[in-house]
Nanobody, 119 residues
Framework: QVQLVESGGGLVQAGGSLRLSCAAS????????MGWFRQAPGKEHEFVAR????????IYAYSAKGRFTISRDNAKNTVYLQMNSLKPEDTAVYFC????????????WGQGTQVTVSS
């Protein structure tokens, strides 16, 4: 079955960096756009970034632009989120998700990884 497994979360001080990874299995990875989302306590699910199937196109939420970078390695079935200049308001559970090329719905989701940014 399809699995998306996030890793790389943790506790970091404000201004620090983290690199999240999402390893996919059970699907043809290159047929999916990949996204990162996050959910902070008491808040709604929030889009962070998306990358196209071949990495040629990326989209960022305003809050992530200029600080976060999404990338992928189709040979490793992995998508990454490099997060720099982290702020306490970036504290959330971060999820990766897979979107069928040409579709709009994110079909598969990971379980999430916690990112905590201390001030």
């Amino acid at each position: 079955q399809v699995q998306l497994v996030e890793s790389g979360g943790g506790l970091v001080q404000a201004g620090g960096s983290l690199r999240l990874s999402c390893a996919a299995s059970g699907l043809t990875f290159s047929r999916y756009g990949m996204g990162w989302f996050r959910q902070a306590p008491g808040k709604e699910h929030e889009f962070v970034a998306r990358i196209s199937w071949n990495g040629g196109s990326t989209i960022y939420a305003y809050s992530a632009k200029g600080r976060f970078t999404i990338s992928r390695d189709n040979a490793k079935n992995t998508v990454y989120l490099q997060m720099n200049s982290l702020k306490p308001e970036d504290t959330a559970v971060y999820f990766c998700a897979a979107q069928v090329v040409g579709g709009s719905e994110y079909k598969y989701w990971g379980q999430g990884t916690q990112v905590t940014v201390s001030s």
